[in-house]
């Protein structure tokens, strides 16, 4: 990747299979611990129903934060390679058209998980995760936010310098 805007698409669509494949996973596992513990009598009373059902809680926890880390970790990088990257001016036309294009996937993405989450079966697990839910909620004010950082340090890091100092040009 080179820290342009085609890589803030590429940090999206893979918080999009972050929070669906999330909140699928997280709900087969409630669903199995459930026909465990409706299978086995006692299981909820005993030692072992009390460390699942901690270790369920742990895990969304876990996944939650994991899912604010790479929104933050995935963005960042991102900055820091367009920091990296000297574009010529005349390229900004079509980083803005690129700030669009991504727009546009940000808000199928969005209202995709909003359908995905307000769902009956799957909506209860995306309410136990605020992090992943408040981020998917608002990705698309997210994205730009970043998307505009981006074009700012990729455009305006190194111009006009020319031969007066900082890089050397050939």
């Known amino acids: 990747m080179n820290g342009s805007v085609g890589d803030n698409i590429f940090i999206l669509i893979i918080l999009f299979s972050f929070a669906i494949g999330t909140i699928v996973a997280l709900t087969l596992l409630n669903s ?6 409706q299978a086995v009598p006692g ?3 005993s030692d072992i129903g009390n460390a699942t059902a901690l270790a369920e809680t742990n895990v969304t926890t876990a996944f939650d934060y994991g899912f604010a880390f790479v929104f933050l970790g995935g963005n960042l990088i991102v900055i820091f390679l367009s920091w990296l990257v000297r574009a010529q001016p005349v ?5 803005i058209m690129g700030l669009f294009v991504m727009a546009v996937f940000a808000i199928f993405f969005g209202s995709a998980y909003a359908d995905f989450a307000s769902s009956s079966q799957l909506g209860t697990v ?10 998917m909620s ?7 936010i970043f998307g505009v950082i ?6 305006g890091v190194g111009q006009g310098q ?9």
């Open 32 to 37: 199995f611990n459930t026909t465990i513990q």
């Open 43 to 45: 299981f909820n009373n």
């Open 91 to 95: 390229l900004i036309v079509f980083s």
């Open 126 to 135: 995306a309410s136990h995760m605020p992090i992943l839910d408040f981020i």
């Open 138 to 144: 608002n990705i698309l004010a997210f994205q730009f």
């Open 150 to 155: 981006d074009v700012i340090v990729l455009f």
């Open 162 to 170: 020319g031969n007066q100092g900082g890089f050397n040009s050939v």
